[in-house]
């Protein structure tokens, strides 16, 4: 079936390391895809999203990296900080026929940030 | 910066109670949604509303959920008899749904079924 998971459910990195985590998808005709954020007790907060038409899209301090061809998505947070440390979920979703805005979850990584 | 709020934070219920969370979206936005995330799981979408009716819901959503947007302002969840398993953290987002795809998420009522 449909399915969005992580390869890594935990990741720990020194404060103003690079932090890089992963996530593999399943369904080909899902046409965006979008990193949340999630801290303790909090709701998943939106970072950044990409369509599937982009290999690639920046924001601030994050990058979000589509490789369609084998159907994987990175987020990439430079310079991490204490404040980063969270749950990230990468999310699917296909803005089509009726269902539209249906996000699809994956388990989530646990990044913590060392200072 | 316009936000998605929820009441109330924590909902403690018995079994076979009814119980009903409630949603302020963003005042703009057209899309609503309800999503659970049962402890230490992903976060599972459970329905789609716009324009006064359901877009889509999943399995989980069966005869005894039921979603309502009352007024210009709120869109809430029922649960008609809960059961131990509805346990769980309930969120709800909305989205413009105009090009935008982002959902914004509210901060969550957890439920817990005893």
């Known amino acids: 079936g449909e399915s969005v998971g992580l390869h890594l459910p935990t990741l720990s990195v020194q404060e103003g390391d690079n932090s890089i985590i992963n996530c593999a998808y399943s369904n080909s005709a899902s046409d965006y895809f979008i990193w949340y954020k999630q801290e303790s007790g909090k709701g998943p907060q939106f970072i950044i999203d990409i369509r599937s038409n982009m290999d690639k899209r920046q924001g601030q301090r994050v990058t979000v990296l589509l ?3 084998v ?3 990175s987020l990439q947070i430079a310079a991490t900080q ?14 089509g026929g009726t269902s539209y805005g249906k996000l699809t979850f994956g388990q989530g990584t646990i990044l913590t940030v060392h200072p | 910066e316009p936000e998605v709020t929820q009441t109330p934070s924590h909902q403690v219920t018995q079994m076979g109670q009814e119980v009903i969370l ?3 979206p963003i005042s703009n936005h057209l899309y609503f949604y309800w ?8 976060v599972e979408f459970l329905v789609s509303f ?4 359901i877009s889509e819901k999943s399995e989980i959503f069966d005869d005894q959920f039921s979603v309502e947007r009352p007024d210009g302002s709120n869109f809430t969840l029922k649960i008609r008899s809960t059961k131990l398993e ?3 953290m309930y969120f709800c987002a909305s989205s413009t749904g105009t090009g935008g795809v982002e959902q914004y998420f509210g901060p969550g009522t957890r439920l817990t079924v005893t």
């Open chain 1, 67 to 69: 490789n369609k061809t």
């Open chain 1, 71 to 73: 159907k994987h998505l």
């Open chain 1, 82 to 95: 204490p404040g980063d440390s969270a749950v990230y979920f990468c999310a699917e979703g296909y803005a």
């Open chain 2, 22 to 24: 409630r949603c302020v």
């Open chain 2, 35 to 42: 999503y659970r995330q049962i402890l230490g799981q992903k």
């Open chain 2, 50 to 53: 716009y324009n006064n009716e």
């Open chain 2, 86 to 88: 509805d346990s769980a």
